[in-house]
C-alpha cells in the first residue's frame, strides 16, 4: 500500500516491496492522502494461522480508526511495516498519536520514502544472507526517485522520469517499473506517457493561468486556480515567479488540493493542509475539501487564505 499510483516515490516504494518479495502473492494498493483510511480498514484479516505482512509506505493514516484497524490486523498475525518522510507523519509520531505494534517503522526525513525503503530492505538482505540480484538492480530507480521527491535534481532524467510517470495511466507506471531494467530503460508505455506529456503540461498551465485569484495574507501572497494534473510543474513555475506566494491547485484529475510554496516561503504548508485533515511537507503538501470543484478558485484562494493566517509562519 503507497501513496500514487501517480507518484513516482511511492510507485518507486512498492515496487521495492514487490520485487523483494518475489515469488510471494504480492497485492499492491495505491491511495491518495485523503483515500489512506478507507484504504487501510478495506484491508481483511488473513485466515487464522496465514500470516501477512502489510506495507504501507509513503503516506500515513489521519483517523483513530484506522489506527484501531491495524492494531486488531497485527493481533490477527499481521506484521504490519510503515516506512514514510512527510512531515505530519513525523510530527505525529513524536506527538506519541500513533499506537501500532509495527514490525518496521522507518519514518524520517532523510530520504524520501522510496530510498528508505530499499535501503531498509537492502540491509534485511545483508543480514538474512540472501542474494536478490533483480531487487537490487532498482539503486538508480530508486536515486532517481529521491533526487525528484526531495527537489534536487542533480541526477539527469528524475524530473521527467516523475512527469512519464505522472502521465501514465491507472497503475501503468507500476506494472512498467516492476519489470524494468537497472538503466531503467523506458518501456513502451512510458514512451507513450513522455509523448503526452509536454502537450498535457502546457494545458494544465494555460487552465492554471486562466482561473488564478490571489489573495493577501499579511506579507504572504495565496494563489490559486485550477489545473489538469501537474501541480508541482505550476507550484514550481509560480513559484520562481513569485515571491513568498503559497500556491493552491484543484487538481480535476484527483480531485483534491496540492499546496506548494516559493523558495523564501516560511509557511509550513504541512500544517495547512492539515487543517483540511491532510498532509505533507512544509514546502508540499495536500487535501482534499469537500464540494470545493463545484466552486471556483475565489473560494479556494479564501480558504486557503484563512488557513494561512492561523497556521502562521516560523518565529
Request: with cysteine; glycine share 8%.
Amino acid at each position: 500500500m503507497s501513496h500514487g499510483p501517480h507518484c513516482l516515490d511511492g510507485v518507486t516504494a512498492a515496487v521495492a516491496v514487490a520485487r523483494f518479495h518475489a515469488g510471494r502473492d504480492v497485492r499492491t494498493r495505491f491511495a491518495t492522502n485523503p483515500e489512506i483510511d478507507a484504504t487501510v480498514r478495506a484491508v481483511a484479516p488473513p485466515p487464522p494461522g496465514a500470516g501477512a505482512d502489510l506495507w504501507i509506505t509513503d503516506i500515513g493514516w489521519r483517523e483513530p480508526e484506522t489506527e484501531g484497524h491495524l492494531r486488531a490486523l497485527a493481533a490477527a498475525g499481521v506484521r504490519v511495516h510503515w516506512i514514510d518522510h512527510h512531515r505530519t507523519a513525523i510530527e505525529r509520531l513524536r506527538g506519541g498519536a500513533v499506537d501500532v505494534p509495527f514490525t518496521t517503522m522507518v519514518v524520517e526525513d532523510t530520504y524520501a520514502a522510496a530510498r528508505l525503503t530499499w535501503e531498509h530492505l537492502r540491509d534485511r538482505l545483508v543480514r538474512e544472507g540472501r542474494d536478490a540480484p533483480d531487487f537490487l538492480a532498482l539503486e538508480h530507480l530508486v536515486m532517481l526517485a529521491d533526487d525528484n521527491d526531495r527537489w534536487i535534481h542533480a541526477l539527469p532524467g528524475s524530473r521527467e522520469l516523475a512527469l512519464t510517470v505522472a502521465a501514465m495511466r491507472g497503475t501503468e507506471a507500476y506494472e512498467s517499473l516492476l519489470g524494468v531494467d537497472a538503466a531503467v530503460t523506458p518501456t513502451p508505455a512510458m514512451r507513450a506517457a513522455e509523448a503526452r506529456v509536454r502537450t498535457e503540461v502546457a494545458a494544465t498551465h494555460a487552465l492554471a493561468e486562466r482561473t488564478r485569484r490571489d489573495r493577501r495574507v499579511g506579507d504572504v501572497t495565496v494563489a490559486a486556480a485550477w489545473c489538469a494534473g501537474y501541480p508541482s510543474e505550476i507550484g514550481d513555475a509560480w513559484g520562481r515567479q513569485s515571491p513568498n506566494t503559497v500556491i493552491a491547485l484543484y487538481d480535476t484529475r484527483s480531485e483534491s488540493v496540492s499546496l506548494r510554496r516559493s523558495p523564501a516561503c516560511a509557511v509550513d504548508l504541512s500544517r495547512v493542509a492539515e487543517t483540511f485533515g491532510g498532509g505533507g511537507h512544509a514546502a508540499a503538501a495536500g487535501c482534499r475539501i469537500p464540494d470545493i470543484g463545484s466552486r471556483d478558485a475565489e473560494a479556494l484562494a479564501a480558504l486557503i487564505a484563512e488557513a494561512v493566517a492561523r497556521v502562521g509562519t516560523p518565529r
